[in-house]
């Protein structure tokens, strides 16, 4: 076969010269499709048949040489395109069922091994098959198909499709194509039926998300170029995501927690992050995250503030508090687009007293997440505030730690209008030392 093709595209390399060269321009396109057809046409059935075999054994040479030679029939660039297709699926295919049942332990592989096949099917659809925006729109439906394979929501958009019988391909039937199609469709069906259909593709996206910008041990080893490597692979594979609101829900609670909990790698990091997901998906979609960025921001400013007032002024802004409303102050340029008591706020992050030192705690010591409550996962304002991890009984404070909490409350009252604090304590934490 490769003998073959190796001739006819050296026949057409001398044929349709010659006919341009002494022939009249408007029998050019009549005998240059003769001349295909006397060469390709009545052999294509067998180049379909063994292109399949050619992608599986990745002899694109010869793959260049069927397209060149098939692209000019519109039936035989459709087998081509469905052949690829399935070719494509049924790789990703195996990959799903090589991870085992359990999905969200095997996170890494999933986003590392459809990453590149994704990769390389880009590659192949570029080199091999000139940049054909056909074979690169295959890609997508293949790995489309993949991705979603778990999604409840794709296999509803799947199943009114089929109901409706639509087809965006019309293909020429061959051996091969057949084959390839009925491989991949046991290979989904096993899939479907197993454990792992109960997580989408989404919720490992995110999940991956979560452990690759998340400190631990391992990402002390892993360099920034590195980790904005990954963080491209895994956008490559968002973009097939038809549940985007589903990740959008677990990559928020995923990245309060960690901005939370001060467990980033780099802010650097969750920046590019969201940069990216608002290529990808709008600036709408990621408004939230943004906000949560912007209340980090505040937040640091209003800690170095709070710190650096003296104890008479402290005392003055307490004592002046309305025990039933707070003071009124500057508006925050924010409150122009919010509603008021609109803020929840967390205990401190991160608070240190030594038990030899006075019964008031530092205000250096102290820092505080200012947190509007619309864009941070954390449950209704009420939830919890005032109680403990459980939410059930109320939180008796520290009385150094309770007077450092009324003295922020008047400060950030006296600085904001219209806004209420609600003290999340199940999220703060502290670090007591004692001396001897």
């Known amino acids: ?241 038809e549940s985007k609101d589903l990740f959008q829900k677990c990559y928020a609670r995923a990245l309060s927690r960690r901005l939370i909990f001060d467990q980033s790698v780099s802010e650097d990091a969750e920046i590019s992050m969201v940069s990216k997901l608002c290529t990808e998906c709008g600036t709408e979609y990621t408004a939230k995250f943004q906000r949560m960025f912007t209340d980090l921001a505040i937040s640091r400013d209003l800690t170095s503030a709070f710190g650096a007032l003296d104890d008479a002024a402290v005392a003055q802004l307490v004592a002046q508090r309305p025990p039933a409303a707070a003071a009124r102050g500057p508006r925050d340029p924010a409150d122009a687009t919010n509603p008021p008591t609109r803020l929840a706020s967390t205990m401190p992050a991160s608070a240190s007293a030594s038990a030899s030192a006075s019964p008031s705690l530092s205000r250096r010591d102290f820092r505080v997440l200012v947190l509007t409550s619309g864009s941070w996962p954390l449950g209704s304002a009420g939830d919890a505030s005032d109680a403990g991890a459980g939410g059930s009984a109320a939180l008796r404070l520290p009385p150094a730690l309770g007077r450092t909490l009324t003295a922020f409350t008047a400060f950030y009252d006296a600085r904001y209008t219209g806004r209420k604090l609600m003290w999340k304590h199940h999220l703060g934490r502290g670090e007591v030392r004692t001396g001897g």
């Open 1 to 241: 076969m490769s003998g073959f093709m190796q001739k006819a595209c050296r026949r057409l390399a001398e044929e349709i010269p010659r006919c341009q060269q002494f022939c009249h321009p408007t029998s050019h396109a009549a005998l240059e499709l003769a001349t295909r057809s006397a060469y390709v046409g009545i052999h294509r059935q067998k180049l379909h048949d063994a292109f399949g075999g050619m992608l599986e054994s990745e002899a694109y040479d010869e793959c260049v040489m069927v397209y060149v030679l098939l692209a000019w029939l519109p039936e035989s660039l459709n087998a081509l395109l469905e052949t690829f297709r399935q070719h494509v699926t049924r790789r990703g295919l195996a990959i799903l069922a090589g991870l085992g049942d359990d999905g969200m332990k095997q996170h890494r592989e999933y986003v590392l091994q459809l990453g590149a096949l994704h990769a390389t099917s880009m590659t192949v659809s570029r080199d091999v098959f000139d940049n054909d925006p056909l074979f690169l729109a295959a890609v997508d439906k293949a790995l489309g198909h993949v991705v979603n394979l778990h999604d409840p929501l794709a296999q509803a958009s799947a199943s009114a499709a089929t109901a409706m019988g639509g087809s965006d391909l019309t293909t020429t039937a061959s051996t091969s194509a057949t084959a390839t199609a009925s491989t991949a469709a046991a290979l989904a069906s096993s899939l479907k039926s197993g454990p792992s259909s109960r997580v989408s593709g989404a919720e490992i996206l995110a999940k991956f998300c979560d452990v690759l910008l998340k400190k631990s041990p391992k990402s002390a080893h892993t360099g920034v170029d590195d980790v904005e490597a990954q963080l491209r692979t895994v956008v490559g594979l968002f973009k097939y995501v």
